[in-house]
């Protein structure tokens, strides 16, 4: 049984509390032991009192605020509690997804400079020289909140994930291609998910975005972006023309984005509504690849993108036939020739499940056609 308390959830013995509001709620109904509370960067050094009182065996306390009392409390009734992370930018227990205005900051209200934005400053902590302990385990931390967030976020719904290159140039006419595939994915009912970066990403959580939009508003947007072809040499003004269009055209949800840190050079786009940002690369790609449920569509792509294809592919090649999704190339030329990826995919699928769900096709409109129907 499941009980809902504002945003936060009751599941079974397991209860989910992020807000303040919603552990005095418990408190005020009576509430007299923790058993399965997992409390997530609450403050409660105001609740000292009522904390004493409870019986907090089996309660999970991550990056809360305590006073001495209440903390000696917990730790001697059986409560398991993870402080703060000192010096680190990352909430390593964050609760929800990131926005793209919350990690642009005042460039997402028209602002100039990237430097001061949270994306800029994760990025310059994460890339520090050998770092030290406290770091690692932020960065654990944090991207174990951020994969379990994005779970709860994309629960029930069916994903089909977009890959392609970063270099992808706005006005270039791949980039219009990756815009009418997120569009006509979404439109279609399928939630969009990308790398969450520039390029081939940022154009299809673009579409997705412009999905509940007349044809028209996409030219205009696109038009718009051109202006800007990349975030080189200014990641500011490639974001804030992502942010000028979004208030131009309100109202819209690019779908699902998954950048890295990791490549932190590669900023996130504007336009994928729920980031799901991680320290860890490695982790990012495995996400990603595992949650595209409905499909994955490959557009021609250099060595990341080679990567992605044979990644899926493992996954694909030892799963149970239930859970094998479709594949989809696009772009005969590019993967027979330039990257001949296919002929290697082919064999690999030969009298396997997956084969039956693997194609390569030549345009954005006949991917969509495929996971459509898959």
């Known amino acids: 049984m499941t009980v809902v308390v504002e945003r936060e959830r009751r599941v079974g013995r397991v209860v989910e509390i992020a807000s303040l509001h919603t552990f005095d709620q418990l408190v005020a109904e009576g509430a007299r032991r923790m058993e399965g509370w997992r409390l997530r960067d609450v403050d409660l050094r105001d609740r000292t009192a009522a904390l004493l009182g409870l019986d907090p065996a089996g309660a999970l306390l991550l990056g809360c605020e305590l006073t001495d009392a209440a903390a000696g409390h917990l730790h001697g009734g059986g409560a398991v509690v993870f402080p703060e992370v000192p010096d680190a930018p990352v909430d390593a227990y964050r609760h929800d997804l990131y926005s793209p205005a919350e990690l642009y900051g005042p460039l997402a209200d028209g602002g100039s400079v990237y430097e001061d934005s949270l994306d800029a400053r994760v990025y310059a902590w994460s890339q520090r020289p050998q770092p030290p302990a406290e770091q690692a385990v932020a960065g654990a931390l944090h991207d174990a909140a951020i994969e379990a967030a994005l779970d709860r976020s994309i629960a029930g719904q069916r994903l089909v994930g977009v890959m392609g290159g970063h270099a992808v140039a706005r006005g270039d006419d791949s980039y219009r291609a990756a815009a009418e595939l997120g569009r006509a994915l979404t439109r279609a009912d399928l939630i969009v998910a990308t790398g969450g970066g520039p390029g081939a990403m940022e154009a299809a959580n673009l579409g997705a975005f412009f999905a509940i939009a007349a044809d028209e508003a996409l030219d205009d947007a696109l038009a718009r972006l051109s202006a800007v072809p990349s975030f080189r ?142």
Request: with cysteine.
């Open 233 to 374: 040499p200014s990641v500011a003004a490639w974001a804030a023309a992502g942010f000028d269009v979004r208030r131009r055209w309100p109202g819209g949800d690019g779908g699902i984005g998954v950048p890295t840190w990791f490549y932190g050079h590669e900023p996130p786009n504007a336009f994928a509504d729920r980031i799901a940002k991680f320290v860890q690369n490695s982790l990012r790609e495995a996400t990603l690849l595992q949650r595209c449920n409905g499909g994955i569509v490959f557009l021609p792509g250099a060595a990341g993108t080679v990567q992605e294809i044979f990644q899926d592919a493992c996954e694909n090649y030892y799963a149970e036939p239930p859970n094998v999704a479709p594949m989809v190339l696009v772009g005969r030329h590019h993967w027979t020739e330039t990257l001949p990826a296919w002929p290697l995919l082919r064999a690999l699928a030969a009298d396997r499940p997956m084969g039956g769900v693997i194609e390569l096709v030549d345009t954005p409109a006949e991917a969509v056609a495929v996971l459509a129907s898959a």
